[in-house]
C-alpha cells in the first residue's frame, strides 16, 4: 500500500502524535466508513435486510481465524472483551483442590485477577518471574521452571504490557503439551502486530480484544478455543444464541452448539462487527508479515531517536531476537507521572506503563510524528 494510500487512511490531526496503539488504537478510514454506512441503513431501512448483516459477522469470524492460523471459524467465538474469554475459561474448568494455575509476574491485572478469584476453590497461583532482561536463565525457562505437577494451566500474555517483551509461545506450548497442561494466551499486544500462529504455538485458548492492534472498536473480542478443549468448558450464560438450533424459536428442547458459538448466549454487537471487519481487511490485504516488518521499522527508528539522548533509558529489552510495537523508556531526571502529562499537553498520546512511558506506534505511523515526539520529550 502506498504511502498516500496510509495516509488517506489514517488522516490523524497534525496536532496528535498518536503513539498509544498497545492501549486503543484509532480506526482506519475504511472502519469509520463501515460504521457511518450501517449507522445510515439502521436510519432508513432498521433490519430489513438482517441476513447481509450475517454474512459481515461471518465475514469477520473467517478474517479472525485467519489472523490466528486456525484452521476452522469453528474455533471462533466472538466475545465482549478479553476479561470476559478468560472469565469463561477460568469459570469453565472443573477445578480441584491443589489444583494451580501458573502466570508470568508482569501481567496486565485481567490476566491475574480473574485466576485469583479461584482461590476459594482451593486453586493456587503461581508468578513465574520474567526477569529484568540482565538474568542468565531466559523468561520462557522461568515460566518452564514453574510447570510442577499440580499446574493444570499456564495462562501468558504474548506481550508483556508494560516493556513489550515477547514470549516464546512455541517453547511454551511445547512444554505444556509435554505435561498435559492447559495452554491459554491473552495475545491483545500481539495479534494486528505481528503475525501469530495457534497451531504452532498449540495454544488451547487464545482472548484479544480487537480494540488494540487490530485497530478495531472497544466492545468485541476473538475468543479461540481449540478442539481438545472445547468439552472441557462448562457454560455460565446461556441464551438463544448459544444453541445448535438457533433461529428456531418454536423448538422447546434444545441442545449446546457443537462449534465455539456455545460460549455466546445472546445477540451479537453488529456494529462492533462492522467496525472490526474492516479493519481487519486492511491488515490482511497489507498483510501480517509485511505489517510487522513496517512496524519493526518504526520501532528502530523511534528506539535511535530515544538511545541518542544521554537523558533517557530505555526499559525495554532490545536484545531479544523478537521484537514487539511496544517501547519503554524512562527520563532520568523527570518522574514518568509528570513526564507523561507534559507529553499529553503537548500531543502526544502515550501511556506511563512499566515504570516508564510507553511509545506503541504502529506499522502506518510516518517517521515525523516519531521524530516530534520524541523532541517533545522535555531536556529537565
Known amino acids: 500500500m502506498s504511502e498516500l494510500s496510509l495516509q488517506q487512511e489514517f488522516p490523524q490531526d497534525s496536532d496528535v502524535y ?87 509476574d508482569q501481567e496486565f491485572p485481567s490476566n491475574r485477577i480473574v485466576w485469583e478469584s479461584l482461590a476459594s476453590k482451593g486453586v493456587s497461583l503461581i508468578e513465574a518471574p520474567l526477569g529484568n532482561g540482565q538474568d542468565t536463565d531466559t523468561p520462557e525457562q522461568n515460566i518452564i521452571a514453574a510447570l510442577d505437577s499440580s499446574v493444570r494451566l499456564l495462562s501468558v500474555s504474548s506481550v508483556q504490557y508494560g516493556n513489550g517483551l515477547v514470549l516464546d509461545l512455541e517453547q511454551l506450548g511445547n512444554a505444556c503439551r509435554e505435561q498435559g497442561i492447559l495452554f491459554c494466551v491473552d495475545a491483545i499486544q500481539s495479534i494486528g502486530a505481528l503475525p501469530f500462529d495457534v497451531t504452532a504455538c498449540q495454544a488451547d485458548f487464545v482472548v484479544a480484544d480487537g480494540h488494540k492492534w487490530m485497530l478495531g472498536p472497544e466492545g468485541l473480542a476473538l475468543f479461540y478455543v481449540s478442539d481438545r ?72 527508528y523511534l528506539q535511535q531517536a530515544l538511545l541518542a539522548r544521554s537523558d533517557l533509558e530505555l526499559l525495554t529489552d532490545i536484545h531479544r531476537p523478537q521484537r514487539s510495537g511496544i517501547l519503554t523508556f524512562r527520563h532520568r531526571e523527570i518522574a514518568p507521572e509528570l513526564l507523561f502529562e507534559r507529553l499529553k499537553q503537548q500531543g502526544v498520546v502515550c501511556a506511563c506503563r512499566g515504570g516508564g512511558i510507553r511509545f506503541s506506534p504502529h506499522f502506518y505511523t510516518p517517521y515525523p510524528v516519531l521524530r516530534k515526539a520524541v523532541d517533545l520529550i522535555p531536556s529537565a
Open 229 to 300: 478443549a472445547m468439552d472441557l468448558l462448562s457454560l455460565n450464560q446461556y441464551g438463544w444464541h448459544m444453541v445448535e438450533d438457533r433461529g428456531n424459536y418454536n423448538r422447546k428442547t434444545w441442545e449446546i452448539a457443537t462449534d465455539a458459538k456455545r460460549f455466546e448466549c445472546g445477540s451479537p454487537n453488529m456494529l462492533g462487527a462492522y467496525a472490526l471487519n474492516a479493519s481487519l481487511e486492511l491488515l490482511l490485504e497489507i498483510g501480517m508479515h509485511q505489517v510487522q516488518s513496517a512496524l519493526m521499522d518504526n520501532i528502530q
Open 18 to 104: 498518536y503513539l498509544n496503539h498497545a492501549a486503543v488504537s484509532p480506526w482506519p478510514q475504511r472502519a469509520a466508513t463501515a460504521v457511518a454506512k450501517f449507522a445510515r441503513e439502521n436510519l432508513h431501512r432498521g433490519a430489513a435486510d438482517y441476513p447481509a448483516w450475517l454474512k459481515t459477522e461471518q465475514s469477520l469470524r473467517s478474517k479472525l481465524a485467519q489472523m490466528i492460523g486456525a484452521e476452522s471459524v469453528a474455533n471462533i467465538a466472538l466475545q465482549k472483551n478479553t476479561s470476559e474469554g478468560l472469565s469463561a475459561i477460568a469459570y469453565g474448568l472443573n477445578w480441584q483442590a491443589g489444583d494451580a494455575i501458573v502466570i508470568t
